[in-house]
């Protein structure tokens, strides 16, 4: 079956710009996360979904980012204002449930210069 | 806070050789441990995970093992081939929530 799509894969923007990146997740998974991957890093936890509602938004690095999700399925990941340092690789991952294993999508490699 | 740490970043083997890559926690009421496998321009792929009421578990060719008395997980890769080259991340949680990933071990698998 299909996994988790994000898009665009790619995406190059200016510094002060906004951006939206997209996930699909696993059709039927309940639980949705969004995690950030600096050059050479590990991930790191930004937010997570269960159904529309975000439990945990502790990761978000500050008030230019934000996240949502409707229909219990696509999540949009929206960063104001970017900035060089928001270049990252934005990687999103469902579950079939909160307690549940979770499954990467390929990514979305932003630069912003 | 909570973090997870590998000792290696990067290993080297030959292929058929077994491999074996280690990662420390620090957080005791942590209860879930998982491995991925990340090709380079690739997401992260599940390979094994393990709860916290386990101390071993295998899957194919790989097995993890968890050590709470010292904070410590491994992953042990037998006959490992080129196709096992990759950065391998540990990550842990508690409650199965937000995963708390280390840094990564590069694996490199000569033929």
């Known amino acids: 079956g299909a996994g988790v799509s994000q898009s665009p894969s790619n995406k190059v923007t200016e510094k002060g710009k906004d951006v939206e990146l997209r996930c699909d997740p696993i059709?039927?998974?309940?639980?949705l996360y969004w995690y950030r991957q600096s050059l050479g890093q590990g991930l790191e936890f930004l937010i997570y979904?269960?159904?529309?509602?975000?439990?945990?938004k502790s990761g978000l690095p500050s008030d230019r980012f934000s996240a949502e999700r409707t229909g219990g399925s696509v999540s949009t990941l929206t960063i104001q204002r970017t900035q060089q340092e928001d270049s990252a690789v934005y990687l999103c991952?469902?579950?079939?449930?909160?307690?549940?294993?979770?499954?990467f999508g390929p990514g979305t490699r932003l630069l912003v210069l | 806070g909570e973090s997870v740490g590998l000792h290696l970043p990067t290993l080297s083997v030959q292929e058929g050789d077994n491999s074996i890559i280690n990662c420390a926690y620090s957080?005791?009421?942590?209860?879930?441990f998982i491995w991925y496998k990340q090709e380079s321009g690739k997401g992260p792929q599940f390979i094994i995970d393990?709860?916290?009421?386990?101390d071993k578990r295998q899957g194919q060719r790989v097995t993890v093992l968890l050590n709470k008395t010292v904070k410590h997980l491994s992953l042990q890769i037998a006959a490992t081939q080129p196709g096992d080259s990759a950065v391998y991340f540990c990550?842990?949680?508690?409650?199965?929530?937000?995963?708390?990933f280390g840094t990564g071990t590069r694996l490199l698998v000569s033929p």
């Open positions: 991952a469902s579950s079939l449930a909160v307690h549940e294993t979770q499954y």
């Open positions: 059709s039927g998974h309940t639980a």
């Open positions: 979904f269960q159904g529309n509602s975000a439990p945990d």
């Open positions: 957080n005791s009421a942590s209860d879930y």
């Open positions: 393990i709860r916290s009421n386990m």
């Open positions: 990550a842990e949680s508690s409650g199965f929530q937000k995963l708390v």
